[in-house]
């Protein structure tokens, strides 16, 4: 049926594969068409959607996250890895805590929850000031990015004392700076070194999810004047 045109679920599997997105590969002829071919093709298709992921996350401002990401392993260094079961998807036991972290990692707090991209290590223009300046502090150059309000601003009374809390708890894994302030740089490079360690990705997960209760009730509070620190998220 493919050699005669009609569609067949060979041709429709031909057409899926040549519409992969980045992918410039197809079906191999029906005359050569074997195992070898087949498992040389599906070797391929792994390299090239690999290749493909990769790219997109590498050029991505919103997922500055997930760049350079190297995985844990259960033993010798971290690798980088473009696709596998992710060590928070399995280490961070409470769902919304793991769904906290989730959305944080894959750039969907960005911008709703915080206005600016985790990308944004320098200081804001005056023409990008009253769209991407944090909302607490309202320090006129400084991006609401999720480092900051996680790891430096100090404006809000609540996240700084969870803030304190957690870098204690994280202090035994991970060596901090004494004065255990950040600049925009340092705040990315710990957020990341948090999160991509096995020992302190439960406690930065649960960080981030009651983090981003206050938060949310703050901006919310921004908009109608009723902030409550109480409010709760269990998504
Ligand atoms: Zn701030």
């Known amino acids: 049926m493919r050699a005669s045109g009609i569609p067949c679920w060979l041709s429709d599997l031909d057409w899926v594969i040549q519409h992969l997105p980045g992918c410039s590969l197809s079906l191999p002829p029906l005359p050569i068409i074997s195992e070898e071919s087949i498992l040389a093709l ?21 997922l500055a996250l997930l760049q350079h990401r190297l995985e844990p392993q259960k033993t010798g260094p971290n690798k980088l890895i473009t ?25 969907d707090m960005v911008p709703i929850t915080f206005h600016s991209s985790p990308a944004r290590i320098h200081s804001l223009n005056l023409d990008e000031n009253h769209s ?13 990015s999720p480092q900051h309000v996680l790891l430096q601003c100090t404006a809000n009374a609540a996240i700084t004392t969870l803030r304190n809390e957690f870098l204690v708890d994280v202090a035994v894994f991970i060596p901090l700076p004494t004065t255990r302030t950040f ?8 957020l990341k ?21 206050i938060w949310k009730a703050f901006t919310h509070q921004e908009l109608d004047g009723s902030y409550d620190e109480s409010s709760n998220e269990n998504d």
């Open 193 to 213: 070194a948090f999160i991509f360690n096995w020992s302190t990705v439960r406690r930065v997960a649960r960080f981030i999810h009651e983090v981003v209760v």
């Open 132 to 144: 991407k300046r944090c909302r607490a502090c309202l320090s006129p150059l400084q991006p609401e």
């Open 183 to 190: 600049t925009n740089v340092e705040s990315l490079y710990y």
């Open 42 to 62: 599906i070797k391929s298709i792994t390299a090239e959607t690999n290749s493909r992921l990769q790219t997109e996350i590498d050029y991505s401002n919103r």
């Open 83 to 107: 696709r596998t079961l992710r060590h928070y998807l399995t280490h961070v036991y409470k769902s919304h805590h793991r769904l906290s972290l989730t959305r944080l990692l894959c750039g």
